[in-house]
Nanobody
Framework: QVQVAESGGGLVQAGGSLRLSCAAS????????MGWFRQAPGKEREFVAA????????RYADSVKGRSIISRDNAKTTVHLQMNSLKPEDTAVYYC?????????????????WGQGTQVTVSA
């Protein structure tokens, strides 16, 4: 069983960048499909980005496509989400999730392991 924890959130001005990290404990993230989700106040949790266990398949939500990059480190213990050209509407708590399935998924129900979230606030 893997545990994940997010870091890297913070307050940034519109147009700025942040790099979120998702660190594993208990075991590596090798073989796990990884996803990033976010939840803004008063809204449902929504998909942001996902990477397959092999790292070869990646999917982004339309809202972040072209502005975000999901990646893994070589030791497969950390997954990153680089977010550029941030907008106030990107403000949310960002969650990392891991799942034991093939491919990628934008469905939160497919992911069994979740972190506690990290707050991202983008000021206008």
């Amino acid at each position: 069983q893997v545990q994940v924890a997010e870091s890297g959130g913070g307050l940034v001005q519109a147009g700025g960048s942040l790099r979120l990290s998702c660190a594993a404990s208990g075991r590596t993230l090798s073989g796990y499909s990884m996803g990033w989700f976010r939840q803004a106040p008063g809204k449902e949790r929504e998909f942001v980005a996902a990477m397959s266990g092999c790292g070869e398949v990646i999917r982004y939500a339309d809202s972040v496509k072209g502005r975000s990059i999901i990646s893994r480190d070589n030791a497969k213990t950390t997954v990153h989400l680089q977010m550029n050209s941030l907008k106030p509407e990107d403000t949310a708590v960002y969650y990392c999730a891991a799942g034991s399935f093939y491919g990628v998924s934008s469905l939160s129900s497919n992911y069994a392991y979740w972190g506690q979230g990290t707050q991202v606030t983008v000021s206008a």
